[in-house]
């Protein structure tokens, strides 16, 4: 998380976290980039590392597991993100408790609300 997204976490944390057991932080997924044969082990590593997705965090309940993105301002582009975060997390961890989509903002911009909705996906205004 960038420091913006840190400030709405701590606010999100402040007001729900104790509704999670709690959190794995960083959690890559998704396919890397295409590796050369030439490469050195260091470039390669580097490679995988900088080019998988990264769910900010995986909020652990007793029913579910929540993947969140952490956002200053939520938009559309955020909501794609959760959704391809929530498919891979899914193909990759084939985790045993269902997934709840989670988006965490400062403020949302009204147009998703509603897409949102439609999606199952759960949105906090911090």
Same mark, same amino acid.
């Given at each position: 998380?960038?420091?913006?997204?840190?400030?709405?976490?701590? #606010?999100? $944390?402040?007001?729900?976290?104790?509704?999670?057991? &709690?959190?794995?932080?960083?959690?890559?997924? /998704?396919?890397?980039?295409?590796?050369?044969?030439?490469?050195?082990?260091? !470039?390669? #590593?580097? =490679?995988?590392? $900088?080019?998988?997705?990264?769910?900010? =965090?995986? &909020?652990?309940?007793?029913?579910? $597991?929540?993947?969140?993105?952490?956002?200053?301002? /939520?938009?559309? =582009?955020?909501? &794609?993100?959760? $959704?391809? !975060?929530?498919?891979? !997390?899914?193909?990759?961890?084939?985790?045993?408790?269902?997934?709840?989509?989670?988006?965490?903002? &400062?403020?949302?911009?009204?147009?998703?609300?509603?897409? =949102?909705?439609?999606?199952?996906?759960?949105?906090?205004?911090?």
């Amino acid at each position: 998380m960038f420091p913006k997204d840190i400030a709405v976490w701590e #606010r999100f $944390l402040d007001k729900h976290g104790e509704d999670y057991e &709690g959190f794995y932080y960083d959690i890559m997924c /998704g396919e890397v980039c295409k590796q050369f044969p030439r490469w050195e082990e260091n !470039y390669r #590593r580097d =490679a995988i590392i $900088l080019s998988q997705l990264r769910i900010d =965090a995986v &909020g652990v309940k007793p029913n579910q $597991l929540d993947i969140i993105e952490v956002k200053p301002r /939520g938009n559309m =582009a955020s909501i &794609g993100q959760i $959704l391809t !975060y929530v498919e891979k !997390y899914q193909k990759e961890y084939n985790p045993s408790k269902p997934l709840q989509a989670v988006l965490v903002c &400062g403020e949302v911009d009204p147009n998703i609300v509603e897409i =949102a909705d439609k999606n199952n996906i759960v949105i906090f205004d911090v």
